[in-house]
C-alpha cells in the first residue's frame, strides 16, 4: 500500500543548525540550494573552482567551497552531479566526510547499481523530485512544491526517515507530498519511463510520424505541426487532468482515432520491447552498457546524438520555431 508524507509528517528539527552540503549546481543542485536556504538551513555548495558554476553559485548568494572543504562539516551531504560522475565524486570526498553522516541522492542509479557502496557508519538516502530543478524552484517560490519520492538504502542513526523528510521540506517537496518507495523501485521505474516512454518512446514516435506523412508526399513543414508541435497540447491535457482532461478537449474524431488506432501502434510487439527494456534495466544489463560505454569515451553516444540531431524534423523544425516568438527554447 502507498504511504504518503506531508508536511504534517515532517520534523524539520532534524535539520535545523546542520550543515546541508550541495555538490553540483545543475538544475538540480541550484534548486535544491535555493530552496533549503531559502527555508532557513544552513547551506554549502561544493564545486571545483574552476567550474563554470562556481561564480554563479555565488552570484547567488550561496557559500562555494571546493568538494572535499564542503563536506568536512556536512551533516547531510547531496550528491546532486550526474550519475557517471558520482563514483569519482564520492571516492575524492570520502575520507573528509564526517562519522554519522548522511549521503542524499535524487536518483538511485550510483547506489542501487553500486557505483559506490557508502560507508557503514552513513545514513544513505533518496529524495528525487518528480520534476525538472527549474520547476522544483519556481514551485517554491510560488509556496507550492514539487511531489518527491523518498527511499532509505542505510539507516545507520535510526534517524534516516526524518532526516531525509525534513530535506523534502526544505525543496518544498512535503507540500505536495512525498512517496515512500525504494532506490530499487525508484531507479528502475525512472530508466523505464525515459527510455520507453518519455524520451526514447515519445521522440522515435514523433519522428517516425513524421517520416511517414513526409514518405507519404506531404509538406516536411505540415507534418512537423501534426506529429511534433501539437505534442505539447495533448501532453499539457494529460498532465493537467489525465486521460479523462484529455478526451474532454480533443474532438470526437480524435477520439475515436486515438481508441481504433492508438492499439495498432502500441500493439502487442511493442508491448513485448518494453518488457525486455525493463528486463535489461532490472537485471543490470543497460547500467553496464552505459558504464561501458562512459569509460570508452562515449563514442557511440556521440554517434547516436549526431544522427539524432540531424534529422530533417530538427532542420524543418528549428525553422518553424524561429517563426513562433513566443516561444522561448
Not at 26 to 43: E, P
Request: glycine share 10%.
Amino acid at each position: 500500500m502507498m504511504k504518503m508524507y506531508s508536511e504534517a509528517d515532517v520534523d524539520s528539527s532534524s535539520l535545523a543548525a546542520k550543515q546541508v552540503t550541495i555538490l553540483g549546481y545543475g538544475s538540480q543542485g541550484r534548486a535544491h540550494a535555493l530552496n533549503l536556504r531559502d527555508s532557513g538551513f544552513d547551506v554549502v555548495v561544493g564545486l571545483r573552482r574552476d567550474g563554470a558554476s562556481w561564480a554563479k553559485a555565488e552570484a547567488d548568494g550561496l557559500r562555494v567551497m571546493e568538494p572535499a572543504a564542503a563536506v568536512e562539516n556536512a551533516s547531510i551531504i547531496a550528491f546532486l552531479t550526474p550519475d557517471m560522475v558520482q563514483r569519482q565524486l564520492y571516492e575524492s570526498v570520502q575520507t573528509q566526510i564526517p562519522q554519522g553522516a548522511a549521503l542524499l541522492f535524487a536518483h538511485g542509479f550510483a547506489i542501487h547499481f553500486k557505483l559506490i557502496e557508502p560507508r557503514s557508519d552513513l545514513d544513505v538516502v533518496l529524495i528525487a523530485p518528480k520534476g525538472p530543478g527549474g520547476l522544483v524552484r519556481r514551485q517554491y517560490e510560488e509556496g507550492h512544491g514539487v511531489p518527491c519520492l523518498v527511499a532509505i538504502h542505510q539507516d545507520a542513526s535510526g534517524e534516516a526517515l526524518a532526516l531525509a523528510l525534513a530535506y523534502s521540506a526544505g525543496i518544498g517537496g512535503a507540500r505536495a507530498g512525498v512517496i515512500e518507495t525504494t532506490f530499487a523501485e525508484e531507479t528502475e521505474t525512472d530508466l523505464f519511463g525515459e527510455q520507453a516512454v518519455l524520451c526514447g518512446g515519445a521522440t522515435e514516435l514523433i519522428v517516425a510520424g513524421f517520416e511517414t506523412l513526409v514518405d507519404a508526399g506531404y509538406q516536411p513543414e505540415v507534418a512537423y505541426y501534426e506529429v511534433m508541435h501539437e505534442m505539447k497540447l495533448i501532453v499539457d491535457l494529460l498532465h493537467e487532468g489525465g486521460l479523462k482532461k484529455m478526451h474532454e478537449f480533443i474532438s470526437d474524431t480524435a477520439a475515436y482515432g486515438d481508441m481504433v488506432s492508438g492499439p495498432r501502434v502500441v500493439d502487442e510487439h511493442a508491448r513485448k520491447k518494453m518488457k525486455e527494456i525493463l528486463s535489461d534495466i532490472r537485471d543490470g544489463t543497460f547500467a553496464r552498457n552505459w558504464i561501458a560505454e562512459n569509460e570508452a569515451g562515449m563514442p557511440e553516444f556521440r554517434r547516436m546524438m549526431e544522427a539524432d540531431l540531424e534529422h530533417p524534423i530538427e532542420t524543418v523544425g528549428t525553422d518553424l520555431r524561429g517563426r513562433m516568438d513566443w516561444l522561448t527554447g
